[in-house]
Nanobody, 131 residues
Framework: QLQLVESGGGLVQPGGSLRLSCAVSGFTVDNYAITWFRQAPGKEREGVAC????????YYTDSVKGRFTISRDNAKNTVYLQMISLKPEDTAVYYCAPDVLQKIYNRGYYFPFEARKYDYWGQGTQVPVSP
């Protein structure tokens, strides 16, 4: 049974930091590319960061480059999202999702930030960024 459990969210002030965790079971974290998404109230789910399965290469959406870092710990079977210099516009529910059916790779390129390509999701962890 494939499961993902996100944690680490919570209220943080602008400029602050948080580390989110995505603990997985039913597979190992280096089996599939795993992507962090976020969804703010009234907005569509947005891809934030992805870590590839083979070489651990990473992708980031422009708004978080230089501030967010995705990583994984194979021994703990967990994927992390380290977030620094948080801004109010980072406020959202954060989700992790594995590319189990390998839909994000096409003809030599990765397209990791389309939510419709993912079939398994955790319950999310809330990150409010506010003074």
């Amino acid at each position: 049974q494939l499961q993902l459990v996100e944690s680490g969210g919570g209220l943080v002030q602008p400029g602050g930091s948080l580390r989110l965790s995505c603990a997985v079971s039913g597979f190992t974290v280096d089996n599939y590319a795993i992507t962090w998404f976020r969804q703010a109230p009234g907005k569509e789910r947005e891809g934030v960061a992805c870590i590839r399965t083979n070489d651990g290469g990473t992708y980031y959406t422009d708004s978080v480059k230089g501030r967010f870092t995705i990583s994984r710990d194979n021994a703990k079977n967990t994927v992390y999202l380290q977030m620094i210099s948080l801004k109010p516009e980072d406020t959202a529910v954060y989700y992790c999702a594995p590319d189990v059916l390998q839909k994000i790779y096409n003809r030599g390129y990765y397209f990791p930030f389309e939510a419709r390509k993912y079939d398994y999701w955790g319950q999310g962890t809330q990150v409010p960024v506010s003074p």
